[in-house]
């Protein structure tokens, strides 16, 4: 039987290891965010958090393990956001007794990685594709399968409605290289950027209004009508 004293020092160590656990996924996502998965080691995450070096492996069983709650609740999150999104753009147009605009898709599709509330999430989900593009793991395709998928696919459908005058084929090329072009924009963050370089400085990514304008120009463009 266990008595009051030590029931109430048992739940005192549950939320204390809630807490630090918390702080270990914070300073996680924190750093991810700032220097790229693979540059940060779990030593770093563990200072950051103050907490005890072998934290990550205690709390999570390895980095890859964290790596995947981090970015797992960044994919989901902004899934839910942008699926809420389109259901506003679809319902407005049922109203209005038109086809969804355009602009306001690529608008939603945008905010998820140049948003002014949750830019630490946008740089983490860009760096999440960007990782499962050039160096897939079995987590990245669990996360990008699992959360991604099923709103790319909703994203084309809604297009689809949008620009009546494209194929589903064509719609589908094109969403693939709306993605690209804003996650390759995303990955020229930080000193040296080679668009800030060949600019001559007039021109920056981390100029967040003018980027976020400039990706929904670009792709609003590219689902226009064909020239002929």
Not at 93 to 117: K, L, Q, T
Not at 172 to 183: C, D, F, L, T
Not at 204 to 219: G, M, P, Q
Request: proline share 4%; hydrophobic share 40%; charged share 25%.
């Amino acid at each position: 039987m266990i008595d009051n004293t030590q029931r109430s020092n048992r739940t005192g160590a549950d939320k204390g290891d809630d807490v630090t656990r918390a702080r270990v996924l914070d300073s996680a996502a924190a750093l991810f965010a700032e220097n790229g998965i693979d540059r940060v080691t779990t030593r770093a995450i563990s200072e950051r958090a103050g907490a005890n070096v072998a934290a990550v492996n205690y709390y999570f069983g390895g980095k890859d393990n964290l790596s995947v709650e981090v970015f797992r609740h960044v994919a989901r999150e902004s899934a839910e956001r942008r699926f809420a999104g389109l259901d506003r753009i679809l319902e407005n147009a049922r109203i209005a007794g038109g086809p969804p605009p355009i602009r306001d898709i690529i608008e939603v599709f945008v905010d998820a990685y140049v948003s002014a509330d949750a830019p630490r999430n946008g740089t983490l989900l860009a760096q999440l594709v960007l990782k499962h593009r050039l160096s897939p793991t079995h987590w990245t395709q669990a996360v990008v399968q699992e959360e991604l998928d099923p709103l790319a696919k909703r994203f084309i459908s809604v297009l689809c409605l949008a620009a009546p005058y494209l194929e589903v084929r064509e719609v589908h090329w094109r969403y693939h290289m709306m993605a690209g072009a804003v996650i390759l924009t995303m990955s020229d963050r930080g000193a040296g950027g080679r668009i800030e370089r060949l600019s001559e400085g007039q021109s920056s990514v981390d100029d967040t209004e003018t980027l976020r304008s400039e990706l929904v120009n670009f792709a609003t463009t590219a689902f226009g009508p064909t020239a002929d």
